[in-house]
């Protein structure tokens, strides 16, 4: 229910994140409500953060998760780039394909990484192998430092070629620190793990207040069509008084009463029809 407003169903959310359980170390190994509760708070959190979309980060890790586990970030951190990227307007499927291209080209030009990023060639790799995120992010920094030319040689001496790649890789240069820090809100609203229980808890709150509104609502309309009985009824009981007491005999009183009856008759039903209606 708390997803269900990000996707197209409730049904369809939990679907989507249920298949992500598998994809990720940090979650393989929990139960599926455990995977729900931390998983649905990072993107919870991540989603209040920002304009990007629950579904659109879901989208993305759905793409990035397969990425061969040994190179792959944490989900946490994903969950980061994927809220950058689509807040650069950068497709799912183009920012994750592209993402993936980075990391895989990564470990197997390592040496013109490690030049690139003024590293030794041991500590590149054990820095893709170990710490893929803080590899992304150093190469950026890196790259941060050239001017137009200079990154697009440098860029085709790395192999990571083309339209796309440069894209994701320029979002990446120019958010690095935002990248960061919605990394660190999603790390700890998934170690937490209670984003998504506050805004189950709004909701319930929320729908219990509207239910008391609709409720008190119902209560005055009650109210107010008893009134208009009532004080139709009451004019009417002091008349029928009034014309037994000044007429001439019952029978002229009765006759008279009859006519004045079916006149309020007419009137009064249409309020009362109204009002039952309302009850149901």
């Known amino acids: 229910q708390v997803l269900a407003g990000d996707f197209d169903s409730t049904e ?18 929990l ?12 993107l919870k959190e991540i989603n209040a953060d920002g304009p990007a979309s629950t579904k659109g980060i879901t989208d993305f890790l759905k793409r990035a998760g397969t990425i061969p586990n040994v190179l792959k970030p944490a989900i946490q951190e994903l969950i980061g780039y994927g809220a950058v990227f689509e807040e650069a307007n950068i497709s799912a499927e183009l920012s994750a394909t592209n993402f993936s291209k980075i990391i895989t080209v990564g470990s197997t030009n390592t040496a013109a990484f490690a030049k690139q990023m003024k590293l030794s060639k041991d500590a590149t790799t054990d820095l893709i192998n170990t710490k893929p995120n803080e590899f992304v992010l150093k190469l950026a920094e890196s790259l941060s430092k050239l001017k137009g ?6 860029m085709k001496n790395l192999k990571l070629e083309g339209g ?51 409720a008190k609502a119902w209560d005055i309309v009650k109210t107010k069509m008893v009134s208009i009985v009532a004080l139709l009824a009451g004019p009417l009981l002091q008349w029928t008084a009034g014309m ?5 005999s019952v029978t002229t009183a009765y006759t008279k009463q009859s006519q004045q009856l079916k006149d309020v008759h007419k009137n009064v039903i249409p309020l009362v029809s109204e009002y039952k209606k309302l009850q149901e």
């Open 164 to 214: 796309e790649v440069y894209s994701v890789m320029g979002v990446i240069i120019d958010n690095i620190e935002k990248i960061r820090t919605k990394q660190k809100l999603a790390n700890q609203a998934y170690d937490d793990g209670t984003r998504i229980q506050r805004n189950f808890n709004e909701i319930n709150k929320d729908q219990a207040a509207q239910i008391d509104k609709t």
């Open 244 to 248: 037994a007491k000044q007429a001439d």
């Open 12 to 29: 369809q959310a939990v679907e989507m994140l249920a298949k992500l359980r598998g994809e990720f170390k940090e979650t393989k190994n």
């Open 31 to 42: 139960d599926m409500a455990e995977h729900l509760r931390r998983t649905g708070s990072a």
């Open 149 to 154: 030319s200079d990154l697009a040689q440098t």
